[in-house]
Each structure stands twice: as C-alpha cells, then as structure tokens.
C-alpha cells in the first residue's frame, strides 16, 4: 500500500481538456470499458458503456472506441459488471463511529461510500467553532468528499443544558466566511424554531443569506403546523422521521426525507412503507442516512451500503434505492453538478459492482482513483497530528459515592422516571413511587431501577449553573454494583453516569476522568472494560477495526452486567439528549419534551 494525497481538481480549470478528450483529441487518464451503467439519471440500465475519466471528472460515458490512449492510460475492463455512482450520505456523524475522520474515511471508502456531510456538533459541543476549523483542516488530502454540515444547535436547547461552547449566528456565518462549512446542519431546536425564538432564526438567516442548505430535526409527530412552520423556515431535509406517514409528508411539503437505518435506532423500514406502500410514487424526495453508527457496524456490515441493502430486501427496487443514495442526495445538496451521478462533467466517483441486489463492490474509484478494491483500502490514508488541546477535554476533580446521593426527609415521593425503549431515540415518561433507604433514593436494581447523573466535563466558564443533574431510568436492567459511564453523552457530552449503585458510579466515572474520556463499564463493582477517547472525549485515534473490538468488548461488559440488548451504549448515550420526547437529563436537570408544547424543566418529585 503507497502512501498517497488525494489532489481534486474543479471542473472550471478542466473544461477544456475535458472536452478535447471527449473529441479523442487528447489521452484520457481513465477507461473504464464494457460496463452495465446504473443510470440514475432515467432509472434505466445501459448495456455495454464506456466511462472515459480526465482530471478525476468524468469526460465521457457511452462508446469509448475513439478515446486516445497514452502510456499513463489506465484501461480497466469491467467484464459487464455493473457502474454505479459512489455513495452519498447526506446525514451522519462521524463522531459517533468514535474514530477520527482519517480512520473514518479508510474504514468506509471500501463500501461505496465517497461523500459525507458530517455534522460535527458532537465535538462543536467541546471545543466551539475552532472545532470546525479542525475538522476541515483533517479532511484536506482525503480521498473521501467531505461536506461539513454547520453545526448549530450547541447547546441543543440554550438555557437548558451547558456544553463547553455556544454557536450564535455570528459564529455560523464566519465558519460559512471562511470555507468551512458547506451546509447548515441539523437544527434540533425546532422548538425554538416553530415557536418563534429569534437567536434561533437568526442562525438559520444566516445559512440563507450564504446560500447554504439547511437542514433539520423535526423530532415530532404533529405533522400539520408545526411541521409546516419547519418547512416555511427554510428547512430542506429531515432525518428524524419515525413513521411511513411523517415520511410521505415530509416529501409532500418538499422536505427530503432522510431515512435513517443507523446501529442503534432503525427507522428505515417504518419510513420506506411510504415507497412499497404506494406503488408509483416519486421518490425523488427519498433519501437513506446512516445518522449513527458504531464502528464495530461497519467493520461488520459496511456503511450506507447496509443501508442500501435493506431498503431492497424490503421491496425497494435496486434501481429506485440506488436513487436514494446518490442523485436524490446530490439534489438535496444542490450538488448534482458536480456528484450523485455517471455523467460527463461530473466527479468520477463510481463503484463497480458484480450484484445489484447483494450490492456487491469489487471496486471503488474516487475522482478517478483507484481506492478500495474486494472491501479493502489500496491507497494509505494519511493521519493527522492534533493539538495538545484537542486532546484534553475532561476538567473534572474526582468523584465520590457521595456526590451521587440523592438525601429525601420524605417516607415515600412518586418520581419522574425515564423509560429507555430499545432500538429507539426517544424516552417515556413513567412515575413510579419510591421509599427512601437511610433518607437516600438508591438505585434498585431488584426492580430494574438504575441512577443517572450528568456533571459538566468541560473547561470551566462563566453561567454554568448545572453542575450535577439527576434522575432515574428503567429499562436497562443493571445488576447489583454495575455502572455505565461515558463522555459520549449527547449533545453536550458532559458526564454520564448511570448505575444500580453510588459506588459502582463513582468507580467508573473516576476511571474516564483519569484517561481523559471515554466509556466505562463496572461490574460487581470493579471496572470491566473501558474504551478511551482520547480525542475530544469522543473518539479514538486508533483504525476502525481497532475501534470496533474495543466496543464490542463494551457491549459484552454490558451484557455482563445485565443489560441484555444489542448496541446499547448507543441509546444510553442520548439519555441527555434534551430535544427528544418525553423526559431527559442536562447538567441542569430534567426536560420535558412532549408534542405540541414547549420543552419545560420538570422537577424529578411529583407532588
């Protein structure tokens, strides 16, 4: 494997070799001969097609028989395999494979993926805006295409939580100033937005004004007014659909519907009945993400390619899923001109593919470039060395077991509970009736009662009021003496701890404190498996293969102590993730979000 740089030239510098090529005036880099094209374009395939490639754009696709040839030539003969565009993903967070962007790349260039448009509010969250300066600074020279989606809900909610940073419209429209940002990423206030708050308007004013496309997160099951105020603000695309109705009208009032079949929360075959269930439809309007995904979900089963695979085996045709990701994309992102199809003047992007149902990809080229070929890298990713900075993100003294109590002068109070619904984002709101132990509310385990706190991680700064919030959860099923702890904690990330007991929580927060973040799990009181994060608290500076084992040894310890589900660490991760119904837990305290009325602080005892 040699090591390498990725060059990317724009179309305007090449127009003119590109069209001599295309005469067979001049040699071209690239011919790719006596393929099946997957013409996205008129959802036909094309029998015996030529792609002839000049600068990393495509010059010509159809009979190749008078192109030039030079020594520097590459002639490939696809054997009458399958063309088809390279992936897009028009939503996700490379964050959350817990890898930097360098090991992203190279862990999913090999499945078809060659653009993403990374939200990286997750690290925005830690570090402000100089965070999304870094990350368009570590995408310069990958193979990859990396649209940097602008984060602008840090916090989610002002005023509800503290994260280590605060994005205002000033900060939005210099990193737009700047080069980057390319589009605006999901707003999750949408509260705020379909209510009127002006500093959340003037964040999506100034995406328009720098002609940015804005994207959202309508996570709401009220499909009439307040999802058309979300769509009459500007808003183009949505991921946070859940049901084959909020899909189809989403793509009814010109929102794309961005269907998301991640690793932990799986809303796509709900959201794809709007396709198979309406035959005829057009779903232009129709697009597959990833949002989340652990890397262990990669390694195993691929990128958006999982995705791809799926919505066919649930009756999309081949063709139509193609579509969705890669020209419907391309479209969301205004960006048809240049990605989303094989067609001349664009990129060469293209992935040649031996089955059209299993989406098979023997080999991916990226702007002409060989990069991936049987599933694994030919060209050396290069790293990136990060600041000292970037790599100190947890300012907490260590914990006791007493900085989790929870001291009640009461013989019984009735509690707000979180409900955690596996496989899902979204929490319940329960009320249960407990009875004070020695005048402390205590996990109980016996009733599959866990503890939750969250403390602030961050640097220390000026208006943070919320140092410890606490709450309960149910649904996760801990053991005695077992604890969870993460600096993974959207989307302030500041510390979460959850536990059956105090010093089982203190156990595993110390132990990220000490290691500078990560994830930690405790079993019958003494730490089980940890997984560092170096890297802002959020991701490893290890390969995704690397990654992925230590996580899967994560969810084994978790198993271990007791919780039974698949890829649970993800959905522990949003228990702080305030722009969610019903019930989550800041640094602040608890938030109530429920459809149709406002998030509103909730006391954890209910009179």
């Known amino acids: 494997m040699s090591a390498y740089v990725h060059v990317r030239k724009s179309l305007f510098e090449v127009t003119q070799d590109l069209a001599a090529t295309a005469m067979g005036m001049q040699p071209a880099d690239l011919i790719i001969r006596n393929g099946r094209l997957v013409n996205v374009n008129t959802a036909r395939i094309q029998d015996n097609i030529d792609i002839v490639v000049r600068h990393g754009l495509i010059a010509l696709v159809g009979n190749a028989d008078h192109v030039l040839s030079a020594e520097h030539t590459k002639v490939v003969d696809a054997k009458g395999r399958f063309l088809v565009p390279g992936f897009i993903d028009s939503h996700m967070h490379v964050e959350s494979t817990m890898v930097d962007l360098c090991s992203f790349a190279a862990g999913v260039l090999p499945h078809g993926t060659t653009t993403i448009c990374p939200d990286n509010h997750e690290i925005t969250n830690v570090f402000g805006l100089r965070a999304v300066e870094l990350f368009d600074k570590t995408s310069e020279g990958l193979p990859l295409k990396v649209l940097t989606a602008m984060p602008v809900c840090v916090p989610s909610i002002p005023g509800f939580e503290d994260a280590g940073a605060t994005i205002t419209a000033e900060e939005v429209a210099e990193a737009y100033s700047k080069g980057w940002a390319k589009?605006?990423?999901?707003?999750?206030?949408?509260?705020?937005?379909?209510?009127?708050?002006?500093?959340?308007?003037?964040?999506?004013?100034?995406?328009?004004?720098?002609?940015?496309?804005?994207?959202?997160?309508?996570?709401?099951?009220?499909?009439?007014?307040?999802?058309?105020?979300?769509?009459?603000?500007?808003?183009?695309?949505?991921?946070?659909?859940?049901?084959?109705?909020?899909?189809?009208?989403?793509?009814?009032?010109?929102?794309?519907?961005?269907?998301?079949?991640?690793?932990?929360?799986?809303?796509?075959?709900?959201?794809?009945?709007?396709?198979?269930?309406?035959p005829g439809l057009d779903t232009r309007f129709f697009t597959l993400v990833t949002d989340d995904v652990s890397p262990a979900t990669i390694v195993e089963d691929g990128h958006l390619v999982r995705v791809l695979r799926k919505a066919i085996s649930l009756g999309v045709p081949p063709i139509t899923a193609i579509q969705m990701v890669t020209i419907n994309a391309a479209q969301l992102l205004e960006k048809?001109?240049?990605?989303?199809?094989?067609?001349?003047?664009?990129?060469?992007?293209?992935?040649?593919?031996?089955?059209?149902?299993?989406?098979?990809?023997?080999?991916?080229?990226?702007?002409?470039?060989?990069?991936?070929?049987?599933?694994?890298?030919?060209?050396?990713?290069?790293?990136?060395?990060?600041?000292?900075?970037?790599?100190?993100?947890?300012?907490?003294?260590?914990?006791?077991?007493a900085d989790f109590k929870l001291p009640v002068s009461e013989a019984s109070v009735k509690v707000r509970v979180m409900q955690v619904v596996p496989g899902m984002v979204?929490?319940?709101?329960?009320?249960?009736?407990?009875?004070?132990?020695?005048?402390?509310?205590?996990?109980?385990?016996?009733?599959?009662?866990?503890?939750?706190?969250?403390?602030?991680?961050?640097?220390?700064?000026?208006?943070?009021?919320?140092?410890?919030?606490?709450?309960?959860?149910?649904?996760?099923?801990?053991?005695?003496?077992?604890?969870?702890?993460?600096?993974?904690?959207?989307?302030?990330?500041?510390?979460?701890?959850?536990?059956?007991?105090?010093?089982?929580?203190?156990?595993?927060?110390?132990?990220?404190?000490?290691?500078?973040?990560?994830?930690?799990?405790?079993?019958?009181g003494a730490v089980e498996a940890v997984m560092p994060l170096p890297l802002a608290g959020l991701m490893s500076l290890e390969s995704i293969d690397v990654a992925a084992q230590q996580v899967s040894q994560i969810e084994e310890a978790l198993k271990k102590a007791g919780c039974p589900y698949e890829s649970f660490e993800m959905t522990l991760s949003l228990l702080g993730l305030i722009v969610l119904e019903e019930l989550h837990l800041s640094n602040k305290g608890l938030v109530e979000l429920k459809a149709g009325v406002p998030p509103q602080f909730v006391d954890l005892f209910v009179e």
């Open 183 to 278: 589009l605006q990423g999901e707003q999750m206030n949408f509260p705020g937005l379909i209510y009127g708050d002006p500093n959340v308007h003037a964040i999506t004013a100034a995406g328009l004004k720098a002609g940015k496309i804005i994207t959202g997160h309508y996570a709401s099951l009220e499909l009439n007014k307040g999802l058309n105020a979300f769509a009459a603000s500007g808003i183009t695309a949505c991921h946070e659909g859940t049901t084959k109705e909020g899909a189809l009208r989403r793509a009814e009032l010109g929102i794309y519907a961005q269907q998301r079949y991640g690793t932990a929360w799986l809303d796509m075959p709900n959201l794809i009945k709007a396709v198979t269930e309406n």
């Open 426 to 524: 979204h929490t319940e709101e329960q009320i249960i009736e407990m009875f004070p132990v020695d005048g402390e509310l205590k996990a109980d385990a016996a009733n599959d009662l866990a503890k939750v706190c969250v403390f602030y991680r961050h640097e220390p700064k000026d208006g943070v009021t919320g140092t410890r919030g606490i709450g309960f959860v149910k649904g996760v099923k801990l053991n005695p003496r077992a604890a969870y702890a993460s600096t993974v904690s959207h989307d302030c990330h500041n510390l979460l701890v959850l536990g059956s007991d105090e010093e089982a929580m203190a156990v595993a927060a110390n132990k990220l404190i000490e290691i500078g973040g990560g994830i930690c799990i405790v079993v019958e």
């Open 336 to 401: 048809a001109r240049w990605i989303g199809t094989i067609s001349p003047g664009r990129a060469a992007d293209i992935l040649i593919i031996s089955d059209l149902v299993e989406i098979d990809i023997d080999q991916v080229y990226s702007d002409g470039v060989l990069v991936a070929e049987n599933g694994a890298m030919v060209v050396d990713v290069p790293t990136y060395k990060y600041p000292e900075w970037a790599l100190k993100s947890v300012h907490l003294e260590p914990l006791t077991a």
